[in-house]
């Protein structure tokens, strides 16, 4: 396994591979892995000759009261699990080596960059999208792996991939859960031990909405309308939303279609911590 912090030196490697013929597959993390990100790492792998993981806490995309400081990192320790997986070549750059002290290009999926988690956090969606197609235009991958955890990064990072013509096909995977249900996060660490029990309220507000719809429940609101009650009985909880999406549009859903499928969204914060999680709803389940 190869590391690089240098824009020059993974491109230098990469362009060897590519003539070479190799394919190329792509993994952008934050770092501070685990079981979730590396479902990504292992697909990739099977997929391709050469899998790429970048290891970057992309400043751009904290807003000013947010965790950029305090976010979780343990270079050594993703590294080994990197190695473990038998990925080949691993990015991680510093914040100057990708912006340098004069950066002013900036790339904005506009519409669907306000909604939903663009409501609570403005400057968010544009600094993920600047710099996966920074990381895209460094790597060009043949594909890169997003996880479905963050359903409407993938939308976007998707509706970018059409808008601009990029040639790099987007594979989104599924959700890779703790063994009581709480989605994998590297933010799960802020949680104190009465914080990790309540968190499990937004997995269990996706099995209450899971059960409604189940049972023939087609009304949007009455689904989240539950949902948000189930929630708010956790003290420590307070909702920043929970929206029903077609999962195609991002559009919100009134009534629930048989045929389509639906993203159900929650943001919910936990004391200091802010999770998200989301199912698809959909009635071949
Ligand atoms: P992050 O390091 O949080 O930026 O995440 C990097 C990639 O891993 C993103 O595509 C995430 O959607 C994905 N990811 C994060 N958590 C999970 C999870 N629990 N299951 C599957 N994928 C995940």
Redesign the pocket.
Known sequence: MKVFNSISEIRENLNQLRKEDKTISFV????YLHE??L??VRYAKKNSDVCVVSIFVNPMQFGPNEDFNKYPRDEKRDLQLLQQENCDLVFIPSANEMYGSDYQTFVKVKKYSEILEGEFRPTHFEGVTTVVLKLFNIVQPHFAV?????AQ?AFIIQKMVDDLNIPIRIDV?P??READGL????RNVYLNEEERKQALCLFKGIQLAEKLFNEGERDAHKIISEVKQFISQHDLAKIDYVEIVDKSSFEKATFLFEGKEYYLLLAVRIGNTRLIDNTILNLKK
């Open positions: 952008p993390t934050m770092g979730g990100h479902s990504l997003f996880g479905q955890k963050d990064q995977l959700i890779v989605a994998m996060s590297s």
